[in-house]
């Protein structure tokens, strides 16, 4: 499994954008980046993943570096219900693909 | 409702009993996951089905844990003999793979509420 780390904590201003930072240096060419979030007391819940091109959708956008060393995913104008622990997975997308969980990035968005 | 549901949301039982826990994940989807999660940690990886079959255990899927997808659809784990350890929140998940590798870019799993087991 390639490795990412995570800062354990981060807090955003409402309304600001909310940069989250993953390092996954030993991954290899075909691994994607995924970003799940888990909300407390629920299910985690996916909200991108790219490969190697910069991705946004209606949740957030993802940066990834040229050589795909690190990434970071960006909410643009977090809200206080983006208070959550962010999870960054790397992952190779061939045969059997099961998201391994860190400890993630807990994200609290303050007013 | 047409995401994953999982029965009971909360179970507390004593050490030594056996418990059992069901997912029933969106239709469409064929592969189902389980997870355990404790207090403070990311997710577990426990075990996962494409369709009826189970491809992958975990090593924390010690000799009291079964898994199950009899038909393809719904999923039960089962603890036999819990111990406090085994407190935790098992999580289930589907996704739908696409058919051919080739067309497999990666998936996004759908995950239920979980089901809070206390063993006491």
Redesign the interface.
């Known amino acids: 499994d390639a490795k990412t780390t995570q800062p354990p904590s981060m807090d955003c201003a409402e309304g600001r954008a909310a940069n989250l930072p993953c390092n996954h240096s030993t991954i290899s060419g075909n691994e994607y980046v995924y970003w799940y979030r888990q909300i407390h007391s629920q299910g985690p819940q996916y909200i991108i993943h790219g490969l190697k091109n910069n991705e946004t959708n209606e949740m957030a956008s993802l940066i990834i570096t040229e050589d795909r060393k690190s990434s970071t995913l960006i909410l643009p104008h977090a809200t206080l219900r983006d208070t959550a622990v962010y999870y960054c997975i790397v992952r190779v997308d061939v045969g059997s693909y099961i998201p391994t969980f860190g400890r993630g990035t807990s994200l609290i968005v303050h007013p | 409702d047409t995401g994953?549901s999982q029965d009971p949301r909360h179970k507390i039982t004593k050490r030594g009993q056996n418990v059992t826990f069901r997912c029933d994940p969106i239709s469409e989807h064929n592969r189902l996951?389980w997870?355990r999660q404790t207090l403070?940690?990311?997710?577990?990886?426990l075990t996962?089905f494409q369709n009826e079959a189970q491809?992958?255990k975990s090593r924390l899927l010690s000799d009291r844990f079964s898994a199950e997808r009899p038909k393809g659809s719904f999923s039960t784990l089962e603890i036999q003999r819990t111990e406090q350890g085994d407190s935790a929140m098992y999580?289930c998940?589907s996704?739908l793979?696409p058919p051919g590798?080739a067309a497999?870019?990666?998936?996004?799993?759908?995950?239920?509420?979980?089901s809070r087991l206390t063993v006491l």
């Open positions: 994953v996951y997870y403070g940690q990311g997710p577990e990886f996962y491809l992958e999580l998940a996704s793979a590798l497999y870019t990666g998936l996004e799993l759908f995950f239920g509420e979980g």
